[in-house]
């Protein structure tokens, strides 16, 4: 966003240059001091008001902005470390941090919100008047305006640099415009009709409560996706294929497989079929060159390269017409590669990698069967040999 350029070039050195680990880092801290002085501003403001008033949906959501206060806290520890080089027990760096603060985060979240139910339903049973006041509305006005701008520099912040915890960040802070609102609502209904909403207020404070719980376990789940080995971003995983389009002699890539180890730490392995009849050390130097082209990307690249044999008849052929049974009957679920063959005296052996998603049935059993009914063998005798892949994109 635009409103944020200026900020950007006074605190951030060469901020265009997002693909640069120092510069990762300035957005981070710019983005975490931020959140800090904001948080701590409304928080401040918001227990103040809140005790005055005795309103325990304020108090509670006094205490979830310091919550994300020590959040934005655990954020900057987070790409302090991140942004430290590799070392010898490390060395695939350290980006990885960004998910660990992330998960500490979310916890301190979680016991928030536990205390705050806690709190709330006690003022259930024990049920007291709230004096809410217009300061204490306009207090809660001002919570939402800042939070709104909050969650707008996370976003723009997060996307330039392409941070999951400032996106989560980013989440977090339209949640609070919500949960503040009701809150609002609540306060200002109570300076009109006190006894009423000093009901209300408790469950309220219920809802906050609950609110909170559930952004931490979303946050939880968030950070440790990333820690186990989740599926790739498919804006990442388009993009490495789109760019092996640059590339006339790959005939087709498959078998992708993309590991991070960290925002802008990207490892990736794949196959890339190329003719078998090219001079072996020209497809070669031309694998050398895309893993050097992706490096310049910033995804450390490893390219196993297939010779594929197009200049026999009979593979073309017959590699067609599988494929045109395959579509017909699974559509563009399932796609094959590394097909040749083997001739024997008494029959030939068709062999092929079917790559299928993880969550159809499909066998090799299956494929093998549908091919020997579908193809004809012209009096030659063709064994199916069908290994099957999974995708996860």
């Given at each position: 966003m635009k409103i944020f350029e200026p900020l950007k070039k006074t605190f951030i050195k060469d901020y265009k240059n997002v693909s640069s680990?120092?510069?990762r880092y300035r957005y981070g801290l710019l983005a975490g001091v931020f959140g800090i002085l904001t948080n701590v501003v409304l928080f401040v403001m918001k227990i103040v008001f809140g005790l005055i008033a005795g309103s325990i949906s304020v108090v509670a959501?006094?205490?979830?902005?310091?919550?994300?206060?020590?959040?934005?806290?655990?954020?900057?520890?987070g790409f302090k470390l991140s942004n430290r080089p590799p070392d010898k027990e490390h060395p695939f760096g350290h980006a990885r941090?960004?998910?660990?603060?992330?998960?500490?985060?979310?916890?301190?979240?979680?016991?928030?919100?536990?205390?705050l139910l806690k709190s709330s339903i006690e003022r259930i049973i024990s049920?007291?008047?709230?004096?809410a006041s217009v300061w204490t509305a306009a207090v809660l006005v001002i919570s939402i305006f800042l939070k709104t701008i909050q969650g707008m520099l996370y976003t723009d912040f997060g996307k330039a640099i392409n941070s999951?915890?400032?996106?989560?960040?980013a989440t977090d802070s339209r949640n609070d415009v919500i949960s503040t609102s009701l809150v609002l609502v609540s306060t200002v209904g109570a300076i009109f009709l006190p006894e009423i909403f000093s009901k209300v207020d408790s469950y309220l404070g219920i809802a906050v409560s609950l609110f909170i719980i559930v952004s931490g376990v979303k946050l939880v789940k968030e950070t440790v996706d990333p820690l186990l080995g989740g599926v790739p971003d498919k804006e990442l995983v388009a993009k490495i294929r789109e760019k092996f389009k640059d590339y006339p002699e790959i005939l087709?890539?498959?078998?992708l497989m993309v590991h991070s180890y960290g925002p802008g730490k990207v490892f990736a392995t794949i196959h890339a079929e190329v003719e078998a009849d090219t001079d072996v050390l020209l497809s070669h130097d031309l694998i050398d060159n895309i893993e050097r082209d992706f490096q310049r990307d910033g995804i450390f690249m490893v390219i196993h390269m297939d010779p594929i044999v197009t200049s026999d008849p009979e593979i073309a052929m017959l590699r067609d017409r599988v494929y045109e049974v395959l579509q017909a009957?699974?559509?563009?679920?399932?796609s094959l590669?590394?097909?040749?063959?083997?001739?024997?005296?008494?029959?030939?052996?068709?062999?092929?990698?079917?790559v299928v998603p993880f969550d159809e049935k499909i066998t090799a059993e299956d494929i093998a069967a549908l091919l020997s009914e579908k193809i004809d063998s012209g009096g030659t005798t063709y064994y199916y040999v069908v290994n099957i892949d999974r995708s996860y994109v």
């Open positions: 680990a120092s510069v959501d006094a205490v979830n902005n310091l919550s994300d206060a020590g959040s934005s806290g655990v954020t900057v520890v941090y960004e998910y660990i603060t992330g998960l500490v985060v979310a916890f301190i979240v979680l016991i928030i919100g536990g205390t049920p007291e008047l709230i004096e999951p915890s400032l996106s989560a960040s087709g890539t498959h078998d009957a699974y559509g563009d679920k399932l590669h590394d097909f040749r063959m083997v001739k024997g005296i008494t029959h030939t052996n068709v062999l092929f990698d079917a």
